[in-house]
């Protein structure tokens, strides 16, 4: 039998070092690397504001992600209702206490940079409900005294997130508590069940957008109805990717980025741009390296011994396809635009911490692959 004191006791520094999986590492740096050359992009080939901040940020995160990587997973583990707890508090300042911006509340102003919980709380509900579900058996999953907990855990940050509003950050942090729930053994009927609820009240819903979000929708069914105004965005979006080709215009060469016709290039957008200057071939490139980063983490999920890391890393490496999938089908006209960045690429710094942070607890998962969590 194990002794999960004594293994973790045992494991030295260089038994960590050598533990890390270097292709996932290798990945997330070379994308970091591309997301750097984009930024400089998108400031016209100079060292301005948004590309010293994204580099900044993404050497300050990559090396947060060594430091949660060595932490054990039996810590994360143990501290998993605790961080969702804090994340919540911090989604309740927001509501409180939050700086507004273009008529969205979404930030708490922690004066050495501007947090966004929701960001955060993607990770955080993962987490919970992996803790939650770790040591439950199929039977148990679907009777409704395990059911009542999830649900409440779910739904109270996405109300916070849907009334800020940021109705997009609300559905993938609802995307990653379901995807938890769907591996945990939870039967089909109850997400059929709740899918048709959401169906018959969807007309309410809507009453409640926000006018800009209605017209989101609108935009997406029919852009060329608003060229110069609600669909402007994606409009320009496909000019720009189309007119890349297949090889591109080459590295600062973007018409539609360098005049001006492509809004938040350095944010929602930044996939746009890279495939203009790139072209086909540079975006799956792209492509390739999300897949690559993609099968580490499930690999690394069938690698640990603990159900809580194996529900973990199965989950976020599902929530993280979602991430790159709604940004990319976006900029591309195939979904609504709902604010989603693309994950590690686009500029903010609480998408990148909470990626990285996400990132870690699965090379965590491969370091103390062994360790059994109780």
């Known amino acids: ?9 045992s494991y030295s520094l260089r038994d960590k070092i050598v533990s890390i ?16 050359f984009a930024m400089y992009s998108t400031d016209g080939g100079e060292f301005k504001y948004h590309t010293n901040s994204h580099i900044l940020r993404f050497f300050v995160f990559f090396g947060m992600f060594f430091v949660v990587s060595f932490i054990s997973i039996r810590f994360w583990h143990e501290t998993s209702y605790l961080i969702y707890i804090g994340v919540f508090i911090l989604l309740l300042g927001v509501k409180y206490f939050g700086l507004t911006s273009s008529g969205s509340k979404r930030w708490l102003d922690l004066y050495f940079m501007n947090l966004q919980p929701s960001e955060l709380m993607k990770v955080g509900l993962i987490l919970f409900l992996a803790k939650y579900y770790h040591r439950i058996s199929i039977e148990g999953v679907n009777s409704f005294r395990y059911l009542l907990l999830p649900i409440t855990v779910l739904i109270a940050p996405v109300i916070l997130v849907a009334t800020q509003p940021d109705l997009g950050t609300s559905i993938l942090i609802a995307a990653g508590g379901v995807i938890v729930a769907w591996l945990a053994g939870v039967r089909a009927k109850f997400f059929t069940i709740s899918g048709i609820a959401m ?8 009453s409640f957008l926000k006018p800009y979000q209605k017209s989101r929708i609108l935009t997406f069914l029919n852009p060329e109805r608003d060229p110069l105004g609600a669909g402007y965005q994606i409009i320009q979006s496909k000019i720009a990717i189309g007119s890349g080709g297949l090889f591109g215009k080459g590295f600062l060469n973007g018409s539609q980025s360098y005049l001006d016709y492509l809004p938040e290039k350095h944010t929602d957008f930044i996939f746009t741009l890279f495939s203009e200057e790139f072209g086909f071939f540079g975006s799956l490139f792209i492509l390739f390296l999300y897949a690559l980063i993609l099968s580490r983490i499930i690999r690394i999920g069938h690698m640990t011994r603990s159900n809580f890391g194996k529900l973990y890393c199965y989950s976020f490496a599902t929530a993280f396809f979602i991430y790159v999938a709604v ?3 976006m900029v591309l006209g195939l979904l609504p635009i709902v604010g989603s960045p693309l994950p590690i690429m686009s500029y903010g710094g609480s998408s990148m911490m909470a990626i990285m942070f996400g990132l870690g607890i699965v090379m965590s998962c491969k370091i103390y692959k062994d360790v059994p969590v109780n």
């Open 327 to 329: 940004n990319m089908m």
């Open 199 to 206: 169906l018959a009240l969807l007309p309410i819903a809507i």
């Open 21 to 36: 999986d270097y292709i996932l590492v290798f990945s997330v740096l070379v994308l970091g690397i591309i997301s750097m």
């Open 1 to 9: 039998m194990f002794q999960p004191r004594s293994i973790q006791s």
